[in-house]
């Protein structure tokens, strides 16, 4: 059974910076195409990053240099360390695992998805 559970936000002021982590179970993180995505009120949801089981990493263009994400296969916990945050950062973030690599990019729909959590920059 897939479970995730993310942790770490909160407010922060703009400009500063927070980790979000994903405790996995029910599979091992470096198998899987794991990912991080954020929904705002009232947008669509907007994929932030992805990394495949070899550790090949890519983000959205937005975030690239600001953000970075990390997987601790010790831990099976995936983190996204965010950084210069803005206020159009504000959302609620979400893990996101599939145990197919095919198609590993921020924009991808996860099958499997933790319950989110919330991010605030003001």
């Known amino acids: 059974h897939v479970q995730l559970v993310e942790s770490g936000g909160g407010s922060v002021q703009a400009g500063g910076s927070l980790r979000l982590s994903c405790a996995a179970s029910?599979?091992?993180?470096?198998?899987?195409?794991m990912g991080w995505f954020r929904q705002a009120p009232g947008k669509d949801r907007e994929g932030v990053g992805a990394?495949?089981?070899?550790?090949?990493?890519r983000y959205r263009n937005s975030v690239k240099g600001r953000f970075t994400i990390s997987r601790d296969d010790a831990k099976n916990t995936l983190y996204l360390q965010m950084g210069s945050l803005k206020p159009d950062d504000s959302a609620t973030y979400y893990c996101g695992a599939d145990p197919d690599d095919w198609g590993c990019t921020p924009g991808r729909n996860f099958g499997n998805r933790g319950q989110g959590t919330q991010v605030t920059v003001s």
């Open positions: 990394i495949e089981s070899d550790g090949t990493i």
């Open positions: 029910g599979f091992t993180v470096s198998s899987y195409c």
